[in-house]
């Protein structure tokens, strides 16, 4: 098995910056892909972005590209969301995810199998 542990959320203002981190623990051998997904009150949890299992490639949602950047350390087994220019519609329970079977980057909600507890991120305007 694989846990994931996010921590860094909090309250910022509008126009700040915030960086999440992930860590995972246990059988780390077993995951491949990883991705940040997120859920603001009233709506469906979706993906933010997502990183390939060497940390090379990424993508991102269209409301977060060009101000997200999601990155991995292979050697400390964390992955990271830097978030700049937060906006107040990024306010959200954000989730750290790792996939089982996808060593690439996906944005395929269904291919991730881990998951973490979720952190809050409140973006004041």
């Known amino acids: 098995q694989v846990q994931l542990a996010e921590s860094g959320g909090g309250l910022v203002q509008a126009g700040d910056s915030l960086r999440l981190s992930c860590t995972v623990s246990?059988?780390?051998?077993?995951?491949?892909?990883m991705g940040w997904f997120r859920q603001a009150p009233g709506k469906e949890r979706h993906i933010v972005a997502s990183i390939d299992w060497s940390g090379v490639s990424a993508y991102y949602a269209d409301s977060v590209k060009g101000r997200f950047t999601i990155s991995k350390d292979l050697t400390k087994h964390m992955a990271y969301l830097q978030m700049n220019r937060l906006k107040p519609e990024d306010t959200a329970v954000y989730y750290c995810?790792?996939?089982?079977?996808?060593?690439?980057?996906?944005?395929?909600?269904?291919?991730?199998?881990?998951w973490g507890q979720g952190i809050e991120v409140t973006v004041s305007s």
């Open positions: 246990g059988r780390t051998i077993t995951y491949g892909a």
């Open positions: 995810a790792a996939s089982r079977t996808t060593a690439i980057a996906t944005m395929t909600t269904r291919l991730y199998d881990y």
